[in-house]
């Protein structure tokens, strides 16, 4: 019985690691995207999330794409007023590149300029300011 009442207690503290905001550190917050805007960067952008994204965070960013009903937790809607108030580019970066459970990073996967062209198509998903 003690070792049921101990995974259970892993299990609970899992579940409320997971619910936990994810923060990135003020020196990513801070960091500003390297490169220009424009219809190439966006289209780039574009093309890397359709591949490596969509499947997870949806087609709009939604939180609502076709592997969702095997993760857990479900990723965030991405596309909302509040998403865009709430992460800097550098924020949308930092966690693009590391990653958290159950999202893999993409540093190994993509290039930093790739990785910040996908910021700038996240950004054509959320509402202009």
Request: charge should be neutral; charged fraction near 25%.
């Amino acid at each position: 019985m003690p070792v049921l009442f101990s995974a259970a207690l892993l299990l609970l503290a899992a579940a409320a690691a997971a619910q936990e905001p994810w923060e990135a550190p003020e020196e990513a917050r801070a960091t500003v995207n390297p490169v220009p805007a424009g219809d190439a960067a966006v289209e780039a952008g574009r093309t890397l999330y359709a591949a490596r994204c969509a499947s997870c965070h949806g087609d709009e960013g939604k939180g609502d794409g076709r592997a969702t009903r095997f993760i857990k937790p479900a990723p965030a809607d991405i596309s909302t007023v509040e998403a865009r108030d709430r992460m800097t580019d550098g924020e949308m970066f930092y966690k693009i590149t590391e990653g958290r459970k159950p999202m893999p990073g993409m540093k190994r996967t993509l290039s930093e300029e790739e990785r910040w062209q996908v910021v700038h198509f996240l950004r054509t998903l959320q509402p202009p300011r």
